[in-house]
């Protein structure tokens, strides 16, 4: 039986213990860098009057996504207001600026936001450009975030970022055939230039989650998440009279519906637990 994950009672109690100190007790594998300046606002939800989203398709809707399910999670009177400017498709390669320039047309700055500087900016993008360009040319790609970062720092006063690693596409119905190697690329690159910009970015707090190992758990073990229903075998199509496989033509297949649907249910989970006060 799935887990419902739309009501805070259903996920883990905060610890108690500071953010920081959490994370380094628990060793999360899915937090590949986490360093939360003592003068700068916590990554963590419950923190944050707004969150701005810059991604594609998997965090473009606003309710059904993770990003919708962890505000749920939270009392109503304390849910941040989302600014998702996250758009089905979009790349960094192509379409980062444009989010970045709506962002700028239709917001003030951080610190002009009520809440004084109480905002998270998420972004989570990757999937598309690594869908289409080979390992060897994403690094300057990968550092197009990190300049649009640099922007948000220092034009807009950005004090905090979650940035989140591309899933393992190579294992979803649509992708199979495309290179691993673009995933672990683009992660790595990721990581990276992440630790470059904390490093250099001294009043801001910069987190990586890892959606690649979060997914990847679930996909090598499914029944451990409640997710053992939303496979189905691949080769388990049905014949046809002349004892041919018939194509499954159906949107609503295991796989699909757990890609589409079920990840983000499990994202969520996972985040708030990683990132929970």
Partial sequence: MKRNFSQANDLPEPSGRSQKNRKLASGDPALTLSNDRAFATPVQWGTFQHIVVLGDSYSSAAENNWVGLLRKCLPYSSRPTIHNFAKGGDTVEDDLTLQLKRLFTRL????????????????????????????????????QIFEAMHD??????????????????????????????????????????????????????????????????????????????????????????????????????????????????????????????
């Fill in 108 to 143: 003030p700055t951080a610190e002009a936001l009520e809440g004084n500087g109480e905002v998270l900016f998420v972004i989570w993008l990757g999937i598309n450009d690594c869908g289409r360009t080979e390992a060897d040319e994403l690094e300057p790609i990968v550092a």
């Fill in 152 to 277: 948000l720092y220092t034009k807009w006063k950005a004090r905090a970022f979650l940035l989140i690693d591309v899933p393992p596409m190579h294992r979803s119905p649509g992708e199979m055939g495309i290179s691993e190697e673009r995933y672990t690329t683009w992660n790595s690159e990721l990581l990276r230039q992440a630790e470059t910009f904390a490093a250099d970015a001294t009043k801001a707090s910069v987190l990586v989650v890892s959606s690649y190992a979060i997914i990847s758990d679930f996909l090598d073990d499914p029944e451990a998440y409640g997710m053992s229903d939303c496979i189905d075998d691949e080769d388990s199509n049905p014949e046809d009279d002349n004892g041919e496989e018939e194509p499954d033509d159906s949107d609503d297949n295991g796989q699909k519906a757990m890609w589409a649907d079920d990840i983000h249910r499990a994202l969520a989970n996972r985040l708030w637990t990683t990132l929970q006060e």
